[in-house]
């Protein structure tokens, strides 16, 4: 099990005290020191959210070079190219696909532009999506293939097996 935060603990400690019907008062001290808790945690959250919102207007064209540059730094900084093998980062990506495939399970067809879709459930799949963009970046990179390069030419493989008709 995982150890609790002290958010928890407090409110763990607050039903704790309710259901033994200590005295109101306490019981109420006890709730505003987790309502506080809870409000401050809000107010960093949301302080967290336009910190990564400024970051992320930064890079409207980001590249594919940048982003493996990115994501090499990722792993030497925590010592994780160790764990970085093709096969693993095979796995993860595939690992992350399964996640992404969870968003659409179960909903029936999709509209273009997901209409009905709230802003978090977007923001969500462009978490999933971009998961799988980034294992697959750092994949073709410790396997030494240039994915843009490769991309490339593939698109002009794919035009020549599969011409546009004549207008
Ligand atoms: N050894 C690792 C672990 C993670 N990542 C990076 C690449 C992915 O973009 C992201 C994946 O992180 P998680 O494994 O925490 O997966 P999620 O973000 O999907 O979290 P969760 O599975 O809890 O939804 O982190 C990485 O480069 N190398």
């Given at each position: 099990m995982l150890p609790l935060s002290v958010h928890e603990r407090v409110l763990l400690i607050y039903l704790y005290a309710c259901s033994w019907q200590i005295p109101l008062?306490?019981?109420?001290?006890i709730?505003?020191?987790?309502?506080?808790?809870?409000?401050?945690?809000t107010r960093k959250e949301r302080a967290k959210g336009e910190a990564m919102e400024k970051e992320e207007a930064k890079a409207p064209d980001v590249s594919l070079k940048?982003?493996?540059?990115?994501?090499?730094?990722?792993?030497?900084?925590?010592?994780?190219?160790?764990?970085?093998?093709?096969?693993?980062?095979?796995?993860?990506?595939?690992?992350?696909?399964?996640?992404?495939a969870e968003i659409f399970m179960w909903r029936g067809e999709v509209a273009k532009s997901l209409p009905n879709w709230e802003e978090s459930e977007?923001?969500?799949?462009?978490?999933?999506?971009?998961?799988?963009?980034?294992?697959?970046?750092?994949?073709?990179?410790?396997?030494?293939?240039?994915?843009?390069?490769?991309?490339?030419?593939?698109?002009?493989?794919?035009?020549?097996?599969?011409?546009?008709?004549?207008?």
């Open positions: 008062p306490l019981c109420e001290s709730k505003s020191l987790f309502v506080q808790r809870g409000v401050r945690n940048e982003l493996s540059n990115r994501l090499e730094e990722f792993a030497k900084e925590r010592d994780w190219e160790q764990y970085h093998s093709p096969r693993n980062l095979l796995l993860a990506m595939v690992g992350e696909v399964g996640e992404l977007k923001e969500h799949l462009g978490e999933e999506l971009s998961d799988v963009l980034l294992y697959l970046i750092r994949l073709s990179d410790i396997c030494g293939i240039d994915l843009g390069d490769a991309a490339t030419k593939k698109i002009v493989k794919n035009a020549i097996k599969y011409p546009a008709k004549a207008t």
